[in-house]
Structure formats: structure tokens, C-alpha cells
């Protein structure tokens, strides 16, 4: 089964963030910015399901208020994320290796990345939101093989996506910081690298996953001076596909 347009306009956008409440399956919901979001989805009225990998992660995504599923990106095959991920709308991505090794790195943001998405297209959930890298991060840095290797991992996985017939979304937030959120950001296909609260990256993602014509581009965000859903709203002029 292929996935389903989220569209503006179209009758399944209803499910995708016009006036209904959405089924969101988070991969990488224990991490910095999964178990910031999931409150801010489920204020909403939204349902979100956090796959674990690690059962000590339970409480960790429980808390958050999403439910927890056990489930291994790396050794899954494709059919058996599908299963997980069939009767969701939409899907948010930000697992990482976090440095465990250039193998790690490969195989949960490069091949891990590529399975949920082809996975996604087979259960027929229409959105993906992949939470990706800047490209000036770590730009003045002397050059690290490992830091290297895991940019040209999230290039090519951010290319598997934007081929896919899924409504994606890519966003390549600056350097993350675990200090409060302001609520503003500047937001764009190109902008000038600097820093952002997780606060703020979890904020955008909860109010772009509910502007359906906000699909098909790639967003840098840092923080800034507007607004999170004027960012976006913004955005989804700019960027998004609308109907005729």
C-alpha cells in the first residue's frame, strides 16, 4: 500500500492536522527532542506511540505521556516496522547513534533512516518529519573523521527521504542546547547558522506536523525573533504545495 497525500485541501489532510486529532509514531521519542514533543502533541489531543529499543526507556517515554512499543530500528526488517506504523498519520524521526561509532552512526541515521521511511510507504502513513543536521555544523572545527562520516550519512538519508512518495519534511536545526525555549526561531530553506533550544525544535515540529501544506521542503532553524507558528505558516506559503 502506498502512502496517501497530506495535501491541503485533500480529504486525507483531515487526518494530517485540519481539525482532527493525528496518530504520531516517534522514533527516537526518549532523546532530547522526542520526549519534549510528545507532550506538546498530545496537548493537541493527539495519539503518540514512542518506539523503545531499550526497556529501561519505558518510563522515560511513558512520562512524556506517549505510549511506549518495543521495537529495534536496526534489526527490523522493513515489513515489521511497517507493522508498527500502519493506522498512524504521520511519523517523526530523531533517533541518532549520538556518537557511538561510525558503524552505529550508518546503521540508525543513514540505514535505520531509510528503513522507517520505505516502511512508512508500505503502511501507508502519509507524513514524515526528519529531524536532520545543519549543514555548517561543526564548520571551523579541525575535521573529524567520525563527525564526517555522520554528515555524509544524514546527506544521503535526507536525499532517500525527499525520493519517497511521503509528504516529508526535513529539518536541520543548529546547534542544540537543553536550555528553556523561547517560543521564536528564525526559520528557512537557507539561513545563517547558530544555536537552538530543543524546546524550540520540538515546538516547531508539533506545529508544522499540523500545517499540512508544509510538506516537501527543507526548513534550517536557529533560534530567532518570530513566533514558532508564524515561522511556520510563513513557510507553508513559501515552500509548501497548495491545491490550485
Not at 527516537?28 to 519534549?36: K, S
Not at 525527499?162 to 516529508?168: N, P, S, V, Y
Not at 508544522?208 to 510538506?215: D, K, R, T, W
Amino acid at each position: 500500500m502506498g502512502a496517501v497525500s497530506c495535501e491541503a485541501g485533500s480529504e486525507r489532510a483531515v487526518r494530517c492536522g485540519e481539525g482532527k486529532a493525528m496518530r504520531v509514531f516517534q522514533i527516537g521519542a526518549a532523546g532530547g527532542v522526542g520526549r519534549r514533543l510528545a507532550p506538546l502533541l498530545i496537548a493537541r489531543g493527539d495519539e503518540v506511540t514512542g518506539m523503545i529499543r531499550d526497556p529501561a526507556q519505558e518510563e522515560t517515554v511513558r512520562a512524556t505521556g506517549a505510549v511506549p512499543l518495543a521495537g529495534d530500528l536496526v534489526e527490523d526488517s522493513v515489513d515489521e516496522l511497517a507493522r508498527r506504523l500502519r493506522g498512524h498519520d504521520a511519523v517523526v524521526f530523531s533517533a541518532g547513534a549520538h556518537g557511538t561509532g561510525m558503524d552505529r552512526t550508518t546503521a540508525i541515521d543513514g540505514k535505520g533512516l531509510e528503513k522507517a521511511a520505505d516502511a512508512a510507504v508500505r503502511a501507508g502513513v502519509p507524513r514524515f518529519v526528519l529531524v536532520s543536521v545543519f549543514p555548517d555544523a561543526g564548520r571551523g572545527r579541525e575535521p573529524v573523521e567520525g563527525f564526517e562520516h555522520y554528515m555524509r550519512v544524514k546527506k544521503t538519508a535526507d536525499v532517500h527521504l525527499t525520493g519517497t512518495g511521503l509528504d516529508w519534511l526535513i529539518v536541520r536545526p543548529g546547534t542544540l542546547l537543553d536550555e528553556p525555549g523561547t517560543g521564536r526561531v528564525s526559520a528557512g530553506p537557507a539561513i545563517e547558522y547558530g544555536d537552538v533550544p530543543r524546546d524550540d525544535v520540538a515546538a516547531f515540529i508539533d506545529a508544522a506536523l499540523h500545517e499540512p501544506a508544509l510538506n516537501h521542503a527543507i526548513v534550517e532553524l536557529t533560534t530567532g525573533e518570530t513566533p514558532v507558528a508564524e515561522a511556520v505558516a510563513r513557510l507553508a506559503t513559501l515552500t509548501g504545495r497548495r491545491p490550485s
